[in-house]
């Protein structure tokens, strides 16, 4: 079974710095996907970003971007010049080669709060 | 136009209860899935459904069923309520459940068993 662990439970930084957000996961596959979701205090869940493990490069969506180390197996989500709507939980999540049916694993979550 | 929606977000009901929670999603996908997530803010896979199979998380209770009356609705039927029930119940869809294909959330609703 897939493990997911994020270690930093809360993190705080100011406004417009960048953070980073990390995650490790446990596997045996050698394909999988990894997603970030985040969770503001609305308690909706909305997808951030997500990434291939067949794929080398990074994915990127305007200020969030991943730092994907398969080998390492690390999943790190970086935000640059942070926002007040930033604020949220950060779930990093693992779904395996055969897809969702069994849905997520998700890590216990990061709370970022960005101070103003 | 909401993707992904359910009803009620917030629930409250005594112990011993028999509830449903109704979910409804308009994207055109083939798979639902309920997840549950805890006090501490962990979510965790209940259930997921197309119209071909339906697995069932081993940890969950046989006091929860899902019951799928068409492609775009999920709901999910909780019997006996006990304390440990309360939490905030999600429901997902994606395409077709294959592999990489995204889950898109609702908004959740949360269940307070007294």
């Known amino acids: 079974a897939q493990t997911v662990t994020q270690s930093q439970p809360e993190m705080s930084v100011q406004e417009a710095e960048t953070v980073t957000l990390s995650c490790t996961y446990d596997t045996s596959e050698s394909n999988y996907y990894l997603f970030w979701y985040k969770q503001p205090p609305s308690r909706q869940m909305i997808l951030v970003i997500r990434q291939e493990a067949y794929k080398q490069q990074n994915a990127t969506e305007n200020r969030f971007s991943v730092n994907f180390q398969k080998a390492a197996k690390s999943f790190s989500l970086k935000i640059s010049d942070s926002q007040l709507g930033d604020t949220a939980m950060y779930f990093c999540?693992?779904?395996?080669?055969?897809?969702?049916?069994?849905?997520?694993?998700f890590g216990k979550g990061t709370h970022l709060i960005i101070q103003p | 136009d909401t993707a992904v929606s359910q009803t009620p977000k917030y629930l409250v009901t005594q112990m011993g209860n028999d509830k449903s929670i109704k979910c409804e999603q308009n994207l055109g996908h083939d798979t639902m899935y309920w997840y549950k997530q805890d006090s501490k803010k962990f979510l965790k896979i209940m259930f997921s459904?197309?119209?071909?199979?339906?697995?069932i998380n081993e940890t969950v209770p046989n006091r929860f069923s899902p019951k799928s009356p068409d492609k775009a609705h999920l709901n999910l039927h909780i019997n006996s309520l006990e304390l440990g029930d309360s939490a905030v119940y999600f429901c997902a869809s994606s395409l077709g459940g294959g592999p990489g294909d995204t889950q898109y959330f609702g908004p959740g609703t949360r269940l307070t068993v007294l």
């Open positions: 999540a693992f779904m395996p080669p055969g897809g969702g049916a069994d849905g997520l694993t």
């Open positions: 459904y197309n119209n071909k199979e339906l697995i």
